[in-house]
């Protein structure tokens, strides 16, 4: 990912700490060194034209995520790609009914660049709309600074979707329903 787009906070890596003494991915109070990271993922979620049902129950779910401190979101982005394939980019700021994502807004570190969102649009079809999410695993940092501080390097990861898990324990189900 490249340099963040215009806008927004680009301070250090933050995370708050409440009275409790609990982390959350929420704020930009309390600094963090580069060390303290956690792994940061992205996703594209695409919807097709014509099968879009906005209901807000997604951004329900990942502001949920964000104040269990479980993720933070470091870049959300909202891209329309038109029927001539040119692509519209639209942050946060740009959108007219952010609800409960509005807290959020200036917090996020926007870590994608042009190229980025050109790279990304590239994988939707014509017509669709898709959000694009960057966020750190805060659940993970304790465990990554570790293998970190041990001398560890991520030499692999991968996801693996849920359509695969499924088809293949539907196929383990149907073997085993052969009796091989």
């Given amino acids: 990912m490249g340099a963040g787009h215009a806008g927004g906070d680009e301070g250090g890596w933050v995370q708050d700490v409440d009275a409790g003494g609990s982390k959350k991915g929420a704020s930009m109070t309390e600094e963090r060194s580069l060390d303290d990271l956690g792994p940061v993922d992205y996703l594209i979620v695409e919807f097709p034209a014509g099968a879009q049902n906005f209901t807000g129950e997604g951004a329900d779910e990942l502001l949920r995520l964000h104040d269990a401190g479980i993720i933070r979101i470091m870049d959300i982005l909202i891209l329309l790609k038109n029927e001539d394939g040119s692509v519209d980019a639209q942050e946060l700021s740009d959108l007219p009914e952010l609800g409960e994502l509005r807290r959020i807004e200036g917090q996020l570190a926007q870590t994608l660049a ?57 196929a383990d189900a149907e073997l085993e329903a052969q009796g091989v």
């Avoid at 465990?143 to 030499?155: D, N, P, V, W, Y």
Wanted: net charge negative; glycine share 8%; proline share 5%.
């Fill in 114 to 170: 042009e190229e980025d969102v050109e790279n990304l649009a590239a994988a939707m079809d014509p017509g669709s709309v898709a959000g694009v999410l960057v966020y750190e695993n805060v659940w993970a940092a304790p465990f990554a600074s570790a293998m970190r501080r041990a001398g560890g390097q991520l030499i692999a990861n991968g996801r693996i979707p849920i359509q695969a898990i499924i088809a293949a324990v539907e």
